[in-house]
């Protein structure tokens, strides 16, 4: 069987593609001869990587997976659609991101260099009954899939205080400030932040949240097995009012459900797909601090309802498993 390349970024970061990328060659290193392309290290200057960039790209044999990034994506779909249209149709596109859809849409030329793929994969229905819309018939669905757990996941009771938790890059279009404004007024309920701060917000996040003894910052968490699902499980709810339109499918979501940890997220991008409203978690009606404060509030009041969440969460995260998915993807690269 000829080798399949798969072209993206793998060096470790906090960056979702990233994590992505890593998991999913993980998973296929299992079933087939597959070998990466670390895009991070051509972009630190190695040569090496560049000629094996070319090579693959011009090869004659074998098929790719494109993980990368909006422009690099975009490039790579064009080179290939007018120079190795052979190899292209044996290949597939993972994208990641929730602006793929809106972009395509509005581009017809890009609209043609993607049909190019054998397979488009994309994270929700959504986004996938948008591009059909437009014509488009190699749209498939993997979702940003995690692991099963090999510990067993227990759905907690509120032990005491309310526990809140933000697990996402720290900075203000994540609602990382809406969440320390509702803070403020909730006094009673224990807030943690994991994540890396933004240079730009640094200073005043950890000002802000010094203020706040009812506010912590853990740090960067350093995921190893099923470490990151017990962490979260130790919370009661996870906060995610984001306010970024071009958000796909946050792994912080997919990790709660999994963990069997409910979330509060704002009605942006996909995460009233991925959110059910009153089922294993809540969307808030409207993305402010005055809303996020009453919603944390319900959930703090009413413990039945608190656990019905949890197990919502729970059942909700077993569609996000990988042996769910990964038999459409090998059949798509045979």
């Avoid at 793929?100 to 849409?105: E, H, R, Y």
């Avoid at 306010?243 to 997220?265: D, H, Q």
Wanted: proline residues 3%.
């Amino acid at each position: 069987m000829s080798k399949t390349v798969y072209i993206g970024r793998f060096t470790p970061t906090t960056g979702g593609v990233t994590a992505k990328n890593s998991a999913i060659f993980s998973e296929l290193s299992k079933h087939i001869k597959i070998k990466k392309l670390d895009l991070t290290l051509l972009k630190k200057g190695k040569i090496s990587m560049l000629f094996s960039l070319l090579n693959a790209l011009c090869t004659r044999r074998g098929s790719l997976i494109i993980g990368t990034t909006a422009k690099p994506r975009r490039f790579l779909s064009k080179f290939l659609y007018y120079f190795n249209r052979k190899v292209m149709n044996r290949s597939v596109l993972m994208v990641m991101g929730g602006a793929f859809g809106d972009i395509v849409s509005k581009d017809k030329a890009y609209q043609k260099w993607v049909s190019g793929y054998k397979a488009v994969f994309v994270e929700t229905e959504r986004m996938k009954n948008q591009l059909e819309a437009i014509g488009l018939t190699n749209i498939r669905i993997f979702e940003n899939c995690r692991r099963k757990p090999e510990t067993k996941i227990e759905v907690n009771s509120r032990d005491g205080r309310l526990k809140c938790v933000c697990f996402s890059m720290i900075y203000p279009e994540k609602g990382i400030d809406t969440v320390l404004q509702a803070a403020k007024e909730l006094t009673d309920i224990t807030f943690d932040f994991w994540g890396p701060i933004d240079s730009a917000y640094e200073e005043e996040f950890l000002s802000c949240a010094a203020k706040l003894p009812n506010c912590h910052y853990r740090g960067v968490f350093k995921v190893q097995g099923d470490n990151v699902y017990n962490m979260l499980n130790g919370y009661d709810l996870l906060l995610f009012p984001t306010r970024m339109e071009g958000e796909g499918v946050p792994g912080t979501l997919i990790e709660a459900k999994i963990a069997a940890l409910p979330s509060i997220v704002s009605d942006v991008a996909h995460n009233s797909v991925l959110v059910q409203d009153g089922i294993n978690g809540i969307v808030l009606k409207e993305n402010t601090v005055e809303c996020l404060i009453d919603t944390i509030k319900i959930a703090e009041k009413n413990d039945e309802f608190l656990t019905k969440l949890k197990c919502g969460a729970k059942e909700s995260g077993k569609k996000y498993y990988f042996e769910k998915h990964i038999d459409e993807l090998l059949s798509s690269l045979k």
